[in-house]
């Protein structure tokens, strides 16, 4: 079966303070791992994905198949980057979200 | 607008009735994905289309069911409802079929259909 957690419903940082929003898969085979994020009154969109490698607006996500883990990361929180954040996972059925996690960045 | 629409916005109708929910996707986005978000539930995937036939199907009731049309849009039928069935539902649609790690099966969403059921 394929699993996604997201231990945190909420997480309040600091301006300018880094970020970890937390993401752990569940899944047998070679996982595809994404994050989509939705700002207020916008939609779900794609933030990134592990196969990209990319960095996105100052986040970065590294896959650890040893942890199972695929954890979202910036160093220096922006006001902006206040949002619900979905980890999802792509194995062999399509995309399995976590619940989300709801960053607030306090100015 | 070339993105996922989906109408109507809002819904709200009573226990038993019946209610239709309608996407088009993308231009040029084959696969149709709808997924049920309720509060404590997170987003679940219902069921998937890719060119009009059914692809893969998720945690659907007997009592929904979905379909894709030839021009591409989908309806996703809800009846007998019940008051446990009020979330937003949310269609997104992708390229690709989904069998293969690509940057052609990203989703894109739509703004979600929310129903309320009294």
């Known amino acids: 079966a394929q699993r996604v957690t997201q231990p945190e419903k909420l997480l309040s940082v600091f301006k300018g303070a880094p970020v970890e929003l937390k993401c752990n898969y569940s899944y047998s085979g070679s996982p595809e791992l994404f994050w989509y994020v939705q700002y207020s009154r916008q939609r779900l969109q794609l933030l990134l994905r592990?196969?990209s490698r990319e960095s996105i607006k100052g986040f970065t996500a590294d896959l650890n198949k040893g942890e199972t883990s695929f954890h979202l990361k910036k160093p220096f929180a922006q006001e902006e980057d206040s949002a619900m954040y979905y980890c999802?996972?792509?194995?062999?059925?399509?995309?399995?979200f976590g619940k989300g996690t709801r960053l607030s960045v306090i100015a | 607008d070339s993105g996922v629409t989906q109408t109507p916005k809002h819904l709200i109708t009573a226990t038993g009735q019946r209610v239709t929910l309608r996407c088009s996707p993308r231009?040029?986005?084959?696969?149709v994905y709808w997924y049920q978000q309720s509060l404590d539930q997170g987003l679940q995937f219902l069921i998937q289309y890719y060119n009009g036939e059914e692809r893969a199907k998720g945690n659907i009731l007997e009592r929904f069911s979905a379909q894709q049309f030839p021009d591409l849009h989908s309806e996703l039928n809800l009846s007998s409802l019940e008051l446990g069935d009020s979330a937003l539902y949310f269609c997104a649609s992708s390229v690709g079929e989904g069998t293969l790690p690509s940057g052609a099966n990203v989703l894109t969403f739509g703004a979600g259909s929310r129903l309320t059921v009294l």
């Open positions: 231009s040029g986005d084959l696969s």
């Open positions: 999802a996972l792509k194995g062999n059925t399509p995309l399995v």
């Open positions: 592990h196969i």
